[in-house]
């Protein structure tokens, strides 16, 4: 094998992964102004532009981080990323919630307290993340990339982050169950499908699985692009 090739083609994922990653950024951003042309009061438009918004600072502060940047830059970068990262499971509650309402499920009450409540948590994460508790300090040599050590609190936070994206894919199904015409599931699979991609690529998954990344950084950075171009499609 030619001397240098494998870290030729490594350095040539990651630079396709960056570049997908800012396209995200660009692409979340234009959507979300796109957004703010619509009815805010409209429960939908306004959960699906508080999802870009959070799509937006996520894989904005992700495309900053490259080898140029100082550790200190790194470390803000990668905290920047969990204000959007907070508050995303409590949006996707409340776009299920919205969309349970448009297929003809109105809430009692209790759904929208629920997504009251789930707004109120992520802010409560926020402070955590504020006050230097939800996140550890910076591993600046890790692999196969820098990354942020993790906290009990961060167990606490991913435990949240999944049972709301459950919570609301199930919310998801149940409002394409509710449609009744083929036309109106349709849209409402592009939907679930398009809101998958966001809610898999955010998360750092580093936090959890740099040892096996370490070992298998092809495989690491190769899901990783896999995942970026699903977000962005």
């Given amino acids: 094998m030619i001397n240098g090739l494998p870290e030729t083609l490594l350095a040539g994922i990651q630079a396709i992964n960056q570049i997908f990653t800012a396209g995200i950024a660009i692409t979340a951003f234009s959507l979300f102004l796109y957004s703010l042309s619509f009815n805010l009061r409209d429960r939908v438009a306004r959960s699906f532009a508080i999802i870009l918004l959070c799509v937006v600072v996520v894989f904005a502060a ?20 969990w204000f959007g990262l907070a508050f995303l499971p409590a949006a996707y509650l409340h776009l299920s919630d919205a969309l349970l309402v448009t297929a003809g499920r109105p809430s009692r009450g209790r759904r929208r307290f629920a997504v009251r409540g789930m707004y109120a948590v992520s802010a409560f994460f926020l402070l955590l993340l504020a006050f230097g508790y939800l996140l550890g300090p910076i591993v600046p ?93």
């Fill in 141 to 233: 040599d890790g692999k196969p990339a820098p990354y942020l050590q993790r906290t009990g609190w961060t167990e606490v936070f991913t435990i949240f982050y999944v049972a709301a994206m459950v919570w609301a894919g199930i919310n998801f199904l149940r409002a394409y169950n509710l449609m009744l015409t083929r036309s109106g599931r349709r849209r409402m699979l592009y939907l679930m499908a398009g809101a998958t991609a966001p809610a898999l690529g955010s998360y750092p998954y580093l936090l959890f699985g740099y040892a096996l990344a370490a070992r298998h950084q092809f495989l690491f950075w190769s899901v990783a692009v896999v995942i970026n171009a699903l977000v962005g499609a």
């Fill in 62 to 81: 992700e495309s900053l981080q490259d080898n140029t940047a100082s550790i200190p830059t790194l470390d803000l970068l990668m905290r920047l990323q």
